[in-house]
T-cell receptor
Framework: GAVVSQHPSWVICKSGTSVKIECRSL??????MFWYRQFPKQSLMLMAT?????????EQGVEKDKFLINHASLTLSTLTVTSAHPEDSSFYIC????????????FGEGSWLTVV | GESVGLHLPTLSVQEGDNSIINCAYS??????FIWYKQESGKGPQFIID?????DKRQGQRVTVLLNKTVKHLSLQIAATQPGDSAVYFC????????????FGKGTLLTVNP
């Protein structure tokens, strides 16, 4: 079946540094990928929509200069958290739209970010 | 604004019983709905989806019902097993052709052996 892979699964970084999270669609091409953020015991909050070859579309309240999204190929989107702060610590999840499967949305396993 | 919500935040059932998880939506223009299962510390796992031109769809041990009249979505799990314990989210397509999903709050399902 369709698989979406995220890397790293978890990462610890120091305040002020940047960290990159990758999202790959392993067996299908994804023209559209999405990035979510999830706090403990809460629902998923959409951060941005990533379209291959174009700029990401950010949701209201999400800082595009802080959360850089790149979708350079049909199978890879990256989220870079710049100048990370402890309040950026969260569970980040990506998803990808599988056109070949009736636009079913598949999610990655998520990436835990802890900023110390 | 319009949103997707859940009636019950928690649901506890006995192993072998059937489970029903409910979801209300308010966006009458939504045309695609999905149920996801999320286990602790993991990403959401696709369970089943349904489009607005259908009112019922069945999968393996799961059935999704859509009532557009009252804007209600439900997930039925037959013969619930301990492995079904997780948080279940309903989501609706609020982004038209881009399939941008809006998630409900989630229901924690606990299956007691």
């Amino acid at each position: 079946g369709a698989v979406v892979s995220q890397h790293p699964s978890w990462v610890i970084c120091k305040s002020g540094t940047s960290v990159k999270i990758e999202c790959r669609s392993l067996d299908f091409q994804a023209t559209t990928m999405f990035w979510y953020r999830q706090f403990p015991k809460q629902s998923l909050m959409l951060m941005a929509t990533s379209n291959e070859g174009s700029k990401a579309t950010y949701e209201q309240g999400v800082e595009k200069d802080k959360f850089l999204i790149n979708h350079a190929s049909l199978t890879l989107s990256t989220l870079t958290v710049t100048s990370a702060h402890p309040e950026d610590s969260s569970f980040y999840i990506c998803s990808a739209r599988a056109l070949w499967r009736g636009n079913t949305i598949y999610f990655g396993e998520g990436s835990w970010l802890t900023v110390v | 604004g319009e949103s997707v919500g859940l009636h019950l935040p928690t649901l506890s059932v006995q192993e072998g019983d059937n489970s029903i998880i409910n979801c209300a939506y308010s966006n009458s223009a939504s045309d695609y709905f999905i149920w996801y299962k999320q286990e602790s510390g993991k990403g959401p796992q696709f369970i089943i989806d349904i489009r607005s031109n259908m009112d019922k769809r069945q999968g393996q041990r799961v059935t999704v019902l859509l009532n557009k009249t009252v804007k209600h979505l439900s997930l039925q799990i037959a013969a619930t097993q301990p492995g079904d314990s997780a948080v279940y989210f309903c989501a609706e397509n609020s982004g038209g052709s881009n399939y941008k999903l809006t998630f409900g709050k989630g229901t924690l399902l606990t299956v007691n052996p």
